[in-house]
């Protein structure tokens, strides 16, 4: 059983697939295996991935469908750890390294992400929260896990068949999931360091199904914040009305949907800091 698994879907990647492929398999940590699903490319990526020699590599084919990709990847996965990686991105040289070190010295920690670093169409660096606590709430407003710089014990999804990769959020399926394992307990980390380059593209799917990925991440907030209210009700039941209240005012177009989730983080911050 190798230390980790690096899932990578590939789906029409030959034009950066190699370089991909190439940051895995240099890295200073060496106790992996990278498995490639094809997902159904009709270019070049899977004479690419056949192409490579490396006795780390295991592929796997299948018809195209990203998230039962992803979730086959979970299954499929050997290793401690599953390492989330995209065929047209980079990894730092010693991401896999630091992530694994991260989560043996920090065992508590499920879900490990890292900072970004952008290339191509748009250049920069993608910085976000570290401590669980302000992950779990900033999930309110926005998502603020790399899916990419992932890595995530492998034991999460042996345990509990119910979780998975849910396509009924198509583009904002990884969002779900941080949701999903935030409610039932898991924890998380961000390492704040460069760990990824992530190359963006305005063909890419975040620019491309931008529309739907928002509608996805708007359904995933309100469901979010519904459990989240309870939860916060649960600590502090002097709350039940404000939140009628609230509720009332963003029903009748008193406040818009960006202010309420606001209150609501904020409330749940201060209950998640005053817990620790």
């Not at 010693?94 to 970004?116: S, V």
């Not at 394992?181 to 924890?187: D, E, P, R």
């Not at 960006?258 to 983080?265: E, M, R, S, V």
């Amino acid at each position: 059983m190798p230390a980790i698994t690096v899932l990578m879907p590939v789906y029409n990647a030959e034009v950066y697939l190699e370089e991909a492929i190439k940051s895995v398999l240099e890295q200073s940590f060496n106790d992996f295996e990278l498995l490639i699903i094809n997902d159904g490319s009709t270019d070049d990526s899977l004479k690419i991935i056949e192409q490579q020699t490396d006795k780390r590599i295991r592929i796997i084919n299948k018809e195209n469908n990203f998230i039962e990709t992803l979730n086959l990847g979970l299954i499929k996965a050997n290793g401690e750890y599953i390492a989330r990686m995209d065929a047209d991105d980079r990894m730092h040289p010693e991401r896999l390294k630091k992530q694994y070190e991260f989560m043996k010295t920090n065992p508590d920690i499920d879900i490990c992400g890292t900072w970004a670093e952008t290339f191509g169409t748009f250049v920069g660096t993608v910085q976000t929260h570290s401590a669980h606590e302000e992950l779990i709430s900033a999930m309110l407003l926005y998502n603020p896990m790399f899916h990419s710089s992932i890595m995530m014990k492998k034991s999460i999804f042996d345990n509990d068949k119910s979780i998975f990769y849910d396509k009924n959020y198509p583009f904002a399926e990884d969002y779900k999931l941080w949701t999903l394992l935030a409610l039932k307990g898991f924890k998380f980390a961000n390492i704040p360091e460069v760990l990824l380059y992530y190359r963006t593209s305005i063909k890419q799917v975040t620019a491309t199904y931008e529309y739907e990925m928002n509608e996805s991440s708007l359904k995933i907030q309100i469901e979010y914040s519904e459990r989240i209210i309870r939860v916060i009700i649960k600590t502090e039941e002097r709350l039940y009305f404000f939140f009628q209240v609230l509720i009332e005012l963003y029903n009748n177009r008193l406040m818009d949907f960006k202010q309420k989730q606001t209150i609501i983080y904020f409330l749940y911050k201060k209950l998640l800091f005053a817990q620790v």
